[in-house]
């Protein structure tokens, strides 16, 4: 969203040409938001399209400049664009409403960035009113494409600052607050230029991260030094590689960190490297959990009310996407046995990436929380047979884990037994010794009589089919008990379905867990390459 003091006709006039923008990364779900000036050659934008390169650009029609849309095709020529009519694009009012009314976040839960900007809309619409906007754009996109609950509702907000903007905003103050003790956030600031700016054109006469020939990575500096085996540790290497730091201290850390692996972890580095191979995208795996966990998503999203034929196909990938992510952090765990809990690490940002943390002494211990990521691990080992769940598409989870699951299950089995105690019991009161169940489905349980004993069967049954061979019949006491089988089976499925979504949830609520080892694994791996 953009104004522009070169068409006053259809925006307000502003001394320099001024964005609202809300990026939205559906692979890993984060949602990044700002609003800043720029100059005549939109610097700023520029460099911000340089950095993230989106893959589908949503303008407000009307509201944008040539210049504008000349610097998009410059740096993103190959980007799907869509531009929303007025009729379309969300205004401040009805963005704010998206926000709050869209229960994307439970109560008290709206992520710090989005609160600033509501504050700052209160105190100020002028300040973030193209931010909403924006934002707003980018919820009826994800609406749009029905995916909106489970981008938005993982919470991860961040904001947007140019890299050369050290000016206390509403944007910044709120990152300033926020601040993730993941290394790779993206919406580090602030208080004091930490990092130098590298605007689009250093990124690309630098060849930083294409060459100027094709504009492939081939020749550029990021292919020269990424090393990384991780996704995570790749993203946050790029981060590193675009935002250099300023302060000698900061370098002189780093340069610590990167000796001492060189040098006295040599060996562990190496270890350490090797077992990263494997390691999948485990941000992107987290992302797919959460969207399998969403209660609302199995309730009214289309997806939850659709038939779906297949559907044990499409159970089997989310399992394996689950098994995959267990998987993924057992290697993390391995990866980081690599350096040992008494090896001593002098290099603190070393330290803090690979060594546990220690409750007892903080200063000593680093950010991996070993203990949690492995009691979490052993509890979803534990918890249902994978083997079994990749197999039949259904998780069916070990006594005491759903109360609910456990009771459905119990009574299912003991309307069988009552069937199988019934079954008895007439064999005893009309004698027929060969009297036994038939039929499947909705006509189980009618007693096959064969035709030399029918003369045996009491007046009291309905004959239901015949062949040559045998006569078979139901019993009013039989029809009460299938009716009160079929509504317990009904009730079994119901839980079997909701039960991996629980698991699932389970596993997302954790979601801190998980973030804080994969930011260890991202500092380990950028460190090493």
């Known amino acids: 969203n953009d104004n522009d003091n070169n068409d ?4 307000d006039k502003v001394p320099m040409p001024e964005y609202g923008v809300c990026l939205i990364d559906t692979v890993i779900g984060t949602v990044t938001v700002g609003q800043f000036s720029d100059d005549k050659q939109r610097t700023r934008l520029r460099t911000m399209l340089s ?4 893959t589908e650009i949503i303008f407000e029609r009307n509201c944008f400049s040539e210049e504008t849309y000349g610097a998009i095709q410059l740096i993103v020529p190959q980007s799907a664009k869509e531009f929303l009519g007025p009729t379309e694009m969300p205004t401040t009012s009805i963005a704010l409403n998206m926000i709050e009314n869209g229960n994307y976040y439970s109560e008290g839960k709206l992520p710090t960035i989005l609160q600033a900007v509501i504050a700052g809309h209160e105190s100020d619409s002028k300040s973030v009113s193209l931010a909403l906007n924006a934002i707003g754009g980018a919820i009826w996109q994800l609406k749009r494409s029905l995916i909106d609950h489970e981008i938005l509702s ?24 926020s601040q993730s003790s993941t290394s790779s956030d993206s919406s580090s600031k602030i208080t004091e230029q930490k990092h130098m700016t590298l605007d689009a054109v250093s990124l690309a006469n630098l060849e930083i991260l294409c060459n100027n020939f094709d504009r492939s990575e081939k020749g550029s500096l990021w292919a020269f030094i990424n090393r990384c085996k991780t996704p995570s540790g790749t993203r946050l290497l790029k981060e590193w590689l675009c935002n250099p730091l300023y302060y000698s201290k900061d370098i002189l850390k780093r340069k610590s960190a990167v000796e001492e692996l060189l040098t ?68 993390v765990l391995k990866v980081m046995k690599k350096f040992p809990i008494d090896l001593e690490i002098k290099s603190s940002l070393l330290r803090r990436a690979v060594k546990p943390v220690d409750e007892n002494n903080p200063k000593n211990g680093g950010n991996f929380p070993l203990n949690k990521l492995t009691k979490l691990l052993t509890h979803f080992r534990s918890i249902f047979d994978e083997k079994q769940a990749k197999k039949d598409g259904n998780i069916k989870p070990n006594k005491g884990v759903d109360e609910f699951y456990d009771e459905s299950k119990d009574l299912v089995a003991t309307l069988k037994n009552d069937f199988d105690s019934y079954l008895m019991e007439q064999k005893k009161n009309t004698g027929i010794s060969n009297l036994c169940y038939f039929g499947t489905n909705k006509d189980r349980y009618q007693l096959e009589v064969p035709i030399k004993d029918t003369n045996k069967v009491p007046s009291s049954w309905s004959s239901k089919s015949q062949k040559k ?3 078979r019949y139901w019993t009013n006491e039989i029809e009460k008990k299938l009716a009160l089988l079929v509504k317990a089976e009904k009730e079994l499925e119901a839980a079997q379905e909701d039960v991996m979504r629980k698991v699932f949830e389970k596993f997302d609520n954790n979601r801190s867990v998980w973030r804080d080892s994969l930011a260890c694994i991202a500092l380990t791996d950028a460190l090493i390459s």
């Open 8 to 11: 006053i006709a259809e925006c």
């Open 51 to 54: 950095r993230y390169l989106p």
């Open 154 to 177: 993982m919470g991860t907000v961040y904001g947007y600052i140019p890299p050369d903007d050290h000016s206390e905003t509403v944007v910044s103050t709120a990152i300033t607050s």
């Open 264 to 331: 006295d972890c040599s060996e562990n580095s190496k270890e350490c490297r090797d077992a990263m191979q494997s390691i999948p995208d485990l941000e992107r795996l987290l992302s797919r959990v959460h969207s399998n966990s969403i209660k609302k998503k199995a309730t009214s999203h289309p997806e939850g009310r659709a038939i779906m034929y297949e559907m044990p196909i499409y159970n089997k990938r989310k399992i394996v996407d689950f098994a995959d992510i267990l998987s993924g952090f057992e290697k």
């Open 469 to 471: 061979t045998h006569r």
